[in-house]
């Protein structure tokens, strides 16, 4: 069995986060979309139809065209009634939900000469069900469902734990059977670790310090470590190497970034490699208390959210100064370093430095050195298939 994610139109609703990576690796709950959709089909080789300027960065084996291929649209989450659906198709049918095409399944070579394309056509194709499923539409939607991915992705996962863990007897496990915690990580004395009203994971390796407070549902991912004295409320997820201080709320961080001091976020999306200087606060709810509006990323025309609560939304590789004030629904690309003592303009352009006054371009040479320099910190390679896409970003910005 070979399946292939593809993405639809609405990709483009999830921009800055995806100008550097596909929809199937966007983090909800404590997996990643493609992840989830492993997890549910573990046996099954699995690879993309991607756009172009990402293709050298993510894996993507070719569809072997002498077998039958599923075509997934990876904006949706699995679970079990839609995976029997999907199953039980035929060769020319499809899965829609709401009008849109969630699952195919094709013959190989015609799944190749698609993946080939670049894009998929599914005109023709006779529909075999019509569902109602969880599904992606906007970025705010990864942590609007973020509470309940915990959980279902601990059952995709089989709740899994560790007995080789360090958790010191002066920490506080409340409600401890609803508390999973990896091989090789450590809670130390005082950490309080509050399960009533949802699950808390702790991944391989984590390390939680002295007199934090965590409130489940909550994911800290592994090697990621949550600094002393942290506040870390429900509904967040720290992706896989992160460093997180201060108070973070309804929020979720990728992978390789930090907010090690004190500060609050909110109802936030944070990309890789972002780095939050000390004292920086972001608003996530209006004084007015009305729906938050947004600038739309492609058009740059100010739209309408529906959420009374929406904080920062912040592409790869940026980074606040100390002391940074965000705005309620502040949307920041990929490459942006703001300072400011008042608060900076809510929209923030890849490759940007916005200062007190104006935006200037961020020039591609330096912001390259910094991104080695950050990169190598974790053993990661700055590689030159990596720089192309960058280099693309700052000529699309």
């Not at 360090?166 to 409600?175: E, F, P």
């Not at 930090?258 to 004292?279: E, M, P, R, T, V």
């Not at 938050?292 to 940026?318: N, Y």
């Not at 961020?362 to 030159?384: I, N, S």
């Amino acid at each position: 069995m070979q399946c292939c994610f593809f993405e639809d139109e609405t990709a483009r609703n999830f921009a800055p986060l995806t100008l550097t990576r596909p929809i199937d690796d966007l983090r909800t709950g404590i997996l990643t979309l493609g992840e989830k959709w492993r997890a549910c089909l573990p046996n099954v080789k699995w690879t993309r139809s991607i756009r172009k300027e990402l293709e050298k960065n993510f894996a993507n084996e070719l569809i072997d065209k002498n077998e039958f291929c599923f075509w997934i649209n990876s904006r949706f989450t699995p679970n079990t009634s839609l995976l029997n659906e999907i199953k039980k198709l035929s060769a020319g049918q499809k899965i829609i939900s709401n009008e849109a095409v969630v699952a195919v399944k094709v013959d190989g070579a015609t799944a190749l000469k698609w993946q080939n394309a670049g894009q998929p056509e599914f005109d023709g194709l006779s529909t075999a069900a019509s569902v109602q499923t969880e599904s992606i539409n906007y970025l705010w939607d990864l942590y609007l469902i973020n509470s309940n991915e915990i959980a279902v992705d601990l059952e995709r996962l089989n709740h899994p734990s560790s007995s080789n863990i360090d958790v010191s007897s002066d920490a506080a496990l409340i409600n401890e059977e609803n508390i999973f915690i990896n091989e090789g990580a450590k809670i130390q004395a005082g950490a309080i670790l509050i399960a009533e009203n949802g699950p808390i994971f702790i991944g391989k390796n984590a390390d939680l310090s002295a007199g934090e407070i965590i409130e489940g549902p909550a994911a800290i991912c592994e090697g990621s470590v949550i600094k002393p004295g942290a506040k870390i409320h429900a509904n967040t997820t720290i992706g896989l190497v992160c460093k997180v201080g201060g108070e973070v709320s309804d929020s979720i961080f990728h992978s390789y970034s930090n907010k090690a001091h004190d500060g609050y976020l909110g109802n936030s999306l944070i990309g890789q490699w972002c780095n939050f200087g000390a004292g920086t606060n972001n608003s996530n709810l209006k004084n007015n208390y009305s729906n938050v509006r947004l600038t739309d990323w492609h058009s740059g025309k100010i739209t309408e959210t529906g959420q009374q609560f929406l904080g920062l939304i912040m592409g790869d590789h940026s980074k606040t100064a100390i002391g940074t004030r965000l705005n309620t629904g502040t949307i920041c690309g990929v490459n942006c370093n703001i300072f400011s003592d008042g608060f900076p303009p809510k929209y923030i352009p890849s490759f940007s430095w916005a200062g007190p006054k104006d935006i200037q371009t961020y020039k591609p040479e330096k912001a390259f050195e910094t991104m080695q320099a950050v990169m190598a910190r974790r053993d990661v390679a700055f590689t030159e298939d990596y720089k192309k896409l960058m280099k693309f970003i700052f000529e699309h910005r």
